[in-house]
């Protein structure tokens, strides 16, 4: 069974960083695109960062220059560092593993992790 599994969230003051860990089971890390995703509380789910097997990344503006994503595939692990932090950055943090990452969603047969929060104070 495919486990995401997600750490280092935390609180942080507004101008720190953070970095996320999504560790994934053998299986499939190798064979798909991951990416981090956001959900604030109401409001929907939004990806922050993808990287696909390739090594090639994407990110919206309101990320762009401050987040990094970064994948060790002998480790099964994706990173996701997080600098110059804002407010508005408060979040539950997501991994996810799918052949299609999309803007608010993934594509069918990918998986999820069980979210980390992430609290930026100003």
């Known amino acids: 069974q495919v486990q995401l599994v997600e750490s280092g969230g935390g609180l942080v003051q507004a101008g720190g960083s953070l970095r996320l860990s999504c560790v994934a089971s053998g299986s499939i890390f190798s064979i798909t695109n991951m990416g981090w995703y956001r959900q604030a509380p109401g409001k929907q789910r939004e990806l922050v960062a993808g990287?696909?097997?390739?090594?090639?990344?994407n990110y919206p503006s309101s990320v762009k220059g401050r987040f990094t994503i970064s994948r060790d595939d002998a480790k099964n692990t994706v990173y996701l560092q997080m600098n110059s932090l804002k407010p508005e950055d408060t979040a539950v943090y997501y991994c996810?593993?799918?052949?299609?990452?999309?803007?608010?969603?993934?594509?069918?047969?990918?998986?999820w992790g069980q979210g980390t929060q992430v609290t930026v104070s100003s």
């Open positions: 990287i696909t097997i390739e090594g090639s990344t």
């Open positions: 996810a593993a799918a052949k299609l990452l999309m803007a608010r969603s993934i594509g069918s047969g990918g998986y």
